[in-house]
């Protein structure tokens, strides 16, 4: 399969702009990336500060939201597109909980709409790859891993409107012979990530001296995947999936909430001695618990490992003490994305106003 003019949904996002970067770069990809994105507040141009003088020919960015089904015929039209990779999503479970309509709209409508597209104009079209979650199986207790055949049981607005796109883009493949491939992942966590999320949240506080929300009582476990390695594992779907199938891609790192957060504060710690010599880990904080919070999810991706022989590179400790690095080196980025809209965040989440 050789693509040629691959559609990149929400490419200045935290995934797709590492994805971006790792396809340019990749050497079975000789194509060009459109690059389509509503620059929503988890978007950030900057995240592909360069990209656009580096590789002129196979880099366009088109502002753009994927629910606006005419502009985003014209978009795939006028760029003979062949294939959607499709990472666009309002993708916070805090906020689908507090304002889910967002969710319904883009996560849903906006994938029918590139589904559509694909579909009628299916000539010349090689893959449409969506890029879904773990959370789309619900919560585990103790025991146990989510599969492929796992059943749909997603709690949250977030994780359903996923789960509903999921499920389009299957019954496209069914019913229309679309050429499809999905991929479920666990929690990323990696450079460019928008501190809303626990870790690069974590990392900030602490390295501004504020406080460490844990939710409940901190048991909580995900299963963490360096976004390098995410990135890595859907070009090799994209690549060898078979059509009409789902990859779970996992990390084989799951840990407690407050495990991470500890770690955390102890890497930061080590790196920069703080003055006063206390520990950050004083300034962890248990606070009230998100409705409908999933205790665990695990994932058995042995599926991608045996068929496409994907495993991850990096390790949890190896992986979080890069992305504490690059956090510390980039204290521009976080400036400039701790804007007004990111301070009413905040403070409507965790009822505080930043100092
Ligand atoms: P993100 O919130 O950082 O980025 C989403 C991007 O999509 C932003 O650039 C935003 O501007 C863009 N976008 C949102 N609505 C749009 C619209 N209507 N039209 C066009 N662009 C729009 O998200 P992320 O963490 O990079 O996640 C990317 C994808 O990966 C999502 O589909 C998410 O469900 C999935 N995923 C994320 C994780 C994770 O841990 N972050 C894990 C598994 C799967
Ligand atoms: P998050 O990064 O929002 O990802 P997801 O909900 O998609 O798994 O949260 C990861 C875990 O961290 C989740 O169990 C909720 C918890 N969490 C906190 O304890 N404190 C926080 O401030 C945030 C944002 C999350």
């Known amino acids: ?13 935290f995934i797709g702009s590492n994805f971006i970067r790792y396809l340019l770069e990749a050497p079975d ?8 994105d509503k620059l929503t507040y988890a978007g950030n141009i900057e995240n592909l500060s360069g990209i656009g003088e580096r590789y002129p020919d196979r880099y366009i960015f088109q502002r753009a939201d994927i629910c606006d089904l005419d502009l985003m015929r014209d978009i795939f039209l006028r760029y003979n597109v062949d294939a959607i990779c499709h990472f666009a999503a309002e993708s916070h479970v805090d906020r689908s909980i507090k304002h889910p309509k967002g969710f319904i709209h883009t996560n849903v409508i906006g994938t029918f709409n ?13 893959l449409f790859h969506h890029i879904s979650t773990d959370e ?11 599969t492929e055949a796992s059943p749909y049981r997603p709690n949250s607005p977030y994780s359903a409107s996923k789960a509903a796109s999921d499920h389009l883009v299957r019954a496209y493949h069914k019913t229309y012979g679309l050429p499809t491939t999905i991929s479920n992942c666990s929690n990323n966590y990696g450079p460019y990530q928008f501190p809303e999320k626990l870790i690069p949240l974590i990392i900030i506080n602490a390295m501004q001296g504020k406080p460490l929300p844990v939710y409940g009582d901190g048991k909580n ?12 594992a859907v070009w090799t779907v994209m690549q060898a999936g078979r059509r009409g199938e789902t990859y779970n891609i996992g990390g084989n790192s799951e840990m407690e909430n407050i495990v991470i957060v500890e770690m955390i504060c102890d890497l930061l710690d080590e790196i920069i001695p703080p003055s006063t010599g206390r520990s950050r880990r004083e300034m962890i904080t248990f606070v009230k618990d998100r409705p409908g919070h999933d205790r ?8 991608l490992r045996e068929e496409l022989h994907w495993d991850p590179r990096e390790s949890f400790a190896s992986g979080l003490r890069k992305t504490i690095l690059w956090y510390l080196d980039n204290g521009p980025w976080i ?3 701790q804007s007004g809209a990111y ?9 505080e106003p930043e100092s």
Request: glycine fraction near 10%.
């Open 335 to 337: 400036d400039r994305v």
């Open 343 to 351: 301070q009413t965040w905040i403070a409507e989440q965790y009822g």
């Open 29 to 36: 990809f000789t194509g060009r990336i459109i690059n389509v």
């Open 221 to 232: 476990v995900r299963d963490w995947l360096y976004v390098r390695d995410h990135c890595e």
């Open 296 to 303: 665990r999810y695990a994932i058995d991706f042995s599926k």
């Open 1 to 13: 399969m050789e693509i040629k003019n691959l559609i990149l949904t929400g490419g200045c996002g």
């Open 114 to 126: 590139l589904l559509e597209i694909a579909r009628t104009n299916a000539e010349n079209f090689v």
């Open 136 to 146: 789309v199986y619900g919560s585990l207790g103790l025991e146990g891993y989510f």
